[in-house]
């Protein structure tokens, strides 16, 4: 078992250089996850499980995006099973035409080198951006 900061460094370098994968992004969850989406979109919420998560965030983010955003890390903070990482984001494209980057703060814990929980702070307007028309 690797330490929180490790693991969400090494982590967020994968998803760098391969983008929001399942074999990254989503082989990192534990299968009880618990992901909350701050804020008021079409995504925000509190997801109770790995599929819930699925369902409610990635697919349709997966279905309204040309390119998934790259993350680009600037600080990672840990203290025991909880890190928090702050990063921005550059590459996304809506299939509307909408800029998706941005810049983020997650609060996550990790217990046995998984994701079991997430507290997603990002820009809502351009979370709604890519939901309009």
């Not at 109770?48 to 955003?69: C, F, K, N, Q, V």
């Amino acid at each position: 078992m690797s330490d929180t900061s490790t693991f969400l460094r090494e982590w967020f370098d994968r998803l760098a250089e391969s983008g929001w994968t399942a074999e990254v992004f989503l082989a990192a969850f534990s299968p009880d996850l618990v992901w909350t989406a701050t804020g008021s979109s079409p995504i925000s919420g509190t997801y109770r499980g790995l599929e819930a998560y699925t369902d409610g965030i990635y697919r349709p983010l997966d279905e309204r995006l040309e390119s998934w955003p790259r993350p680009k890390v600037g600080r990672v903070i840990a203290e025991g099973e909880w890190g928090v990482v702050e990063f921005s984001s550059s590459g996304g494209r809506g299939k509307n035409g909408v800029d998706y980057n941005m810049r983020y703060c997650w609060i996550i814990h990790v217990e046995d080198d998984l994701v079991t929980e997430v507290i997603g702070y990002h820009d809502t307007s351009t979370v709604n951006a890519l939901f309009s028309s």
